[in-house]
């Protein structure tokens, strides 16, 4: 463990020197490449598989995956994504993208960058499997992502996994009788940064090994649990900086559950508002076994690639609740979670088992919109193209700009 932990920090130590996933990338996994190098993708349609679908997109590896249409992609098998591959949900006209009906694999994915888009299972997915999984892999970011409704986790990282973060996301409402937020459990390095768990049981999440937990928001978390500190044998060294938690109708557990000896934590700064009442009027939490369960505690942080900006903690839950998940442009299931029950502040919330009945009613609709003109169709705009210097009519999407990205990935990453 010693080694691995070694390897944290120097991966920490060096991510100020290499090119970032795309400007403002952080935590463990900011350097992912994704699909930079590779070919451009655009998937033209809603089927589940075929020419032009998501899935056909994501099958094959060094490839930036660009979206001419928005709505709603039911499948009925689980997708699994390649090495080397971008996702920009961001370029989605209308709602964007929501993935609905099973899972979505990452294991032996490497270098995947994932960005705004909704992956919604649902009771129809395998039974026993994830939303996401990663059982193995290395540099992966997820930003803006919104994940719901596994069958076992909801989003597990649970294996030999190495340089994984997870920003500015939503992790909510793993379906009943399992209902997790998920296994954060890897030696290599996962930071969950500025994300929200929301209804789920227990598992938000539940650590073992290296982890860095910063300016999340935990909101009714249920008898399960919220953030599950080891419960094991093996060591864990962990950051818990400027998090919120807040109980709702669901929650009967301490925020912090199942700690010990082996699990090595620096804490500071937690917020935790249990009464229920509609009003933010908790407290930060003592650095007390009676608050964070039996862990060891630190006197100093590991270092970690950590955050730019450490919000205080009510800072943090304005800005989750302003950005987090696929927030380009919401649709009716975040903005359900968001607005009603985070925003009742403990009156409204609760684990569920099928998201298709009321007040969930599913995952759509979720509006089309209509692409820009792209007569190159190389994924990048006629009238972009023409106001930053490449032709609409060369299809030059994936050479390398003088920035050292795509000259489709400063494309994409102007859109956010």
């Known amino acids: 463990m010693k080694c691995t932990l070694f390897a944290a920090i120097l991966a920490a130590a060096s991510s100020s020197m290499a090119l970032l996933a795309f400007p ?35 099958s094959q590896p060094n490839r930036i995956v660009v979206f001419a249409v928005g709505g709603l992609i039911t499948i009925s098998s689980r997708i699994v994504v390649s090495s080397h591959v971008t996702i920009a949900g961001q370029t989605a006209p209308g709602q964007g993208i929501t993935v609905y009906g099973n899972g979505i694999s990452y294991s032996s994915a490497s270098n995947t960058i994932t960005r705004y888009i909704r992956f919604r299972m649902g009771k129809t997915g395998d039974s026993g499997k994830d939303a996401i999984t990663i059982a193995n892999g290395e540099n992966m970011i997820f930003d803006h992502v919104s994940i719901s409704w596994g069958r076992d986790e909801t989003f597990s990282i649970n294996g030999d996994v190495s340089n994984v973060t997870i920003s500015d996301s939503i992790i909510a409402q793993g379906l009943q009788t399992h209902s997790c937020g998920g296994l954060i459990q890897t030696d290599g390095g996962v930071s969950i940064i500025r994300s929200l768990y929301i209804d789920n049981n227990t598992r938000n999440p539940k650590v073992k090994g290296v982890n860095e937990f910063v300016n999340n928001v935990v909101y009714n978390w249920g008898a399960g649990g919220g953030y599950i500190a080891g419960d094991s044998a093996g060591q864990s060294y962990a950051n818990i900086l400027n998090n919120v938690f807040i109980s709702g109708p669901s929650t009967s557990a301490h925020p912090f559950t199942r700690g010990n000896a082996n699990f090595h934590t620096y804490v500071s700064n937690n917020y935790y508002d249990p009464d229920q009442d509609g009003n933010l009027n908790g407290w930060i939490l003592a650095e007390t076994t009676d608050n964070y369960s039996d862990v060891d505690f630190q006197t100093t942080k590991y270092n970690y690639p950590t955050v730019g900006t450490l919000f205080s903690p009510l800072d943090a839950l304005n800005k989750v609740i302003a950005s987090a998940g696929a927030s380009k442009s919401r649709d009716h299931v975040d903005t359900y979670l968001i607005n009603t029950e985070l925003g009742s502040l403990g009156k409204i919330g609760a684990t569920i088992s099928d998201p298709t009945v009321s007040p969930i009613n599913g995952p759509g609709p979720i509006v089309g919109g209509t692409s820009p003109l792209d007569s190159d169709q190389d994924g990048i705009p006629d009238d972009y193209e023409k106001a930053h210097g490449t032709s609409p009519n060369i299809y030059d999407s994936a050479n390398i700009a003088s920035n050292g990205y795509a000259n489709i990935e400063n494309y994409i990453n102007s859109l956010v």
Request: hydrophobic share 30%; glycine share 26%; aromatic share 8%.
């Open 24 to 58: 403002g990338a952080e935590g463990f996994g900011a350097q992912s490449t994704g699909g930079r190098g590779g070919s451009v993708y655009i998937v033209t349609n809603l089927n589940d598989s075929g020419t032009g679908s998501f899935r056909e997109a994501v």
